[in-house]
């Protein structure tokens, strides 16, 4: 992909590259992974679907790896979502610190802090599906439509529900040790784009050696 280019397809604005519409540093997303928004502006993604994410407090990081693919109104949650469950009370007041004369500085007490959320490479994340701060999502998995991830998530894995669980693996374990260890994410583009018939068919046997196709 060019470097900078936002839009993967010609005459189509409801898709982007997601890593040349971010702004934030603490948002790391690799290369290929797509947004696609029919709702709003995808490049709104920052603003629409990294929530409770403030610049001021936390500093956790959402990492999405490359060839990723985020549905329509995803959502990621994080820390400030999470109002403690420490005190005796869920009201924040920590934020309210005029209000209640409390320390400015104390105001992440506000948050249990839950931390940054992972996400491996090739991983589709469905329609309106839900991601809570702290879960790692390894590579390869499915996040189903309207799930809301809670726990972490096990490489070529595919979850549903609320809360999301497993509902069955991709392929067979020898297969997913394959994938892992072959890494054709990190492929140079030329590679990638020789070996995708391969790729596309489920060819995994003339993957292992990328120098051959
Ligand atoms: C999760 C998903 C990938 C599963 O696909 P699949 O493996 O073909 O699933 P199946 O239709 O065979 O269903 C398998 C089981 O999972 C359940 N299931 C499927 N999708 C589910 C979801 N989103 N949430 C909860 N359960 C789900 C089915 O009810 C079925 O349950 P059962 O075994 O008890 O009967 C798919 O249903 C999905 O949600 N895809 C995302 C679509 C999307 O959001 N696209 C956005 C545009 S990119």
Known sequence: MPTNQIYPRSGDTQTVYLRSVVQNPNIQIGEYTMYNDFVHDPREFEKRCVLYHYPIVNHDHLIIGKYGSI?????FLFTSAHHTMRSLSTYPFPIFYEEWELPLEEITQAWDHRGDIVIGNDVWIGYE?????????????????????????????????????????RFD?????????????????????????????????????????
């Open 71 to 75: 549905a329509c109104g995803a959502r």
């Open 129 to 169: 599906s839900v991601v809570l701060a702290g879960v790692h999502i390894g590579d390869g998995a499915i996040i189903g439509t309207r799930a809301v991830v809670t726990k972490d998530v096990e490489p070529y894995t595919i979850v549903g529900g609320v809360p999301a669980k497993p509902i069955r693996k």
């Open 173 to 213: 374990d020898e297969t997913i040790k394959k994938l892992l260890a072959l890494k054709w994410w990190d492929w140079p583009h030329e590679t990638v784009k020789r070996q995708l018939p391969q790729i596309m068919r489920g060819d995994l046997e003339h993957l292992e050696n990328p120098k051959v196709s």
